[in-house]
């Protein structure tokens, strides 16, 4: 049973547009959440972070939403770039223990020119 | 020099092989990770080793068998895959376990990966 959830396998967007990712978690325990991008053949990096505590992070053009009621966070890139294009993973974790990271399954984000 | 780098980048190997994964990192940090990829499913915890000390194994088959011989290195001995094993298997680095759980503004560093090929 995943306990985060990227339902969008796939998004095409143009160039200079916004592109939103979402992510939906289940498990009530998590208090932070991640975005990883990951271009083809290298491993994911870190993009941004929020905590249970916030519910907008930013960052440049990417901004995170959290709205905890409805166990839901989203990723705002404003303006998309063509170098956004790549795949864009959710992760969560609860603090305050040794518990593991989890993952979702990613969302491929295509920006068109 | 990229901060964690894994070798090899491709692997195939039969059932019966013994191969082995390997990852570096130089970035100081003392907690390595783990992960596999399988084709349409989340990044899986297998491993982590915090301070060379092996913290977590997430229910892994024996067949699969790691080493950190310090907080630089993490090895991933592999006997006897299956099919199924098949995936592209990724090393992380963090400062340290208690940094990503308790911070959050430590997150983990990726390699490249090891696409691993069972024939």
């Known amino acids: 049973d995943q306990q985060v959830k990227q339902n969008s396998p796939s998004l095409s967007v143009q160039e200079g547009r916004i592109s939103i990712l979402n992510c939906d978690y289940t498990n009530s325990m998590f208090d932070y959440f991640l975005w990883y991008k990951k271009y083809p053949a290298e491993g994911p990096t870190f993009l941004i972070s929020?905590?249970?505590?916030?519910d907008k992070n930013e960052d440049g053009r990417f901004t995170v939403f959290l709205n905890k009621s409805a166990k839901h966070l989203s990723l705002h890139i404003v303006p998309s770039q063509p170098g956004d294009s790549a795949v864009y993973f959710c992760a969560a974790f609860h603090s305050g223990g040794y518990q593991k990271v989890t993952f979702g399954i990613g969302t491929k984000l295509q920006v068109i020119p | 020099e990229t901060g964690v780098t894994q070798t090899p980048r491709h692997l195939v190997m039969g059932m019966t092989n013994k191969k082995s994964l390997k990852c570096e990192q130089h970035l100081g940090h003392n907690a390595m990770y783990w992960y596999k990829q399988s084709a349409k499913k989340p990044l899986e915890l297998m491993f982590v080793y915090n301070f060379k000390e092996q913290t977590e194994n997430n229910s892994v088959p024996s067949r699969f068998s790691p080493e950190c011989p310090n907080s630089s290195h993490l090895f991933l001995h592999l006997h006897t895959l299956q099919p199924e094993d098949s995936a592209l298997y990724l090393c992380?680095?963090?400062?340290?376990?208690?940094?990503?759980?308790?911070?959050?503004?430590?997150?983990?560093?990726f390699g490249d990966g090891t696409r691993l090929s069972i024939l």
């Open positions: 992380a680095s963090s400062q340290d376990w208690a940094a990503v759980v308790y911070t959050g503004n430590q997150p983990q560093h």
């Open positions: 929020i905590s249970s505590i916030k």
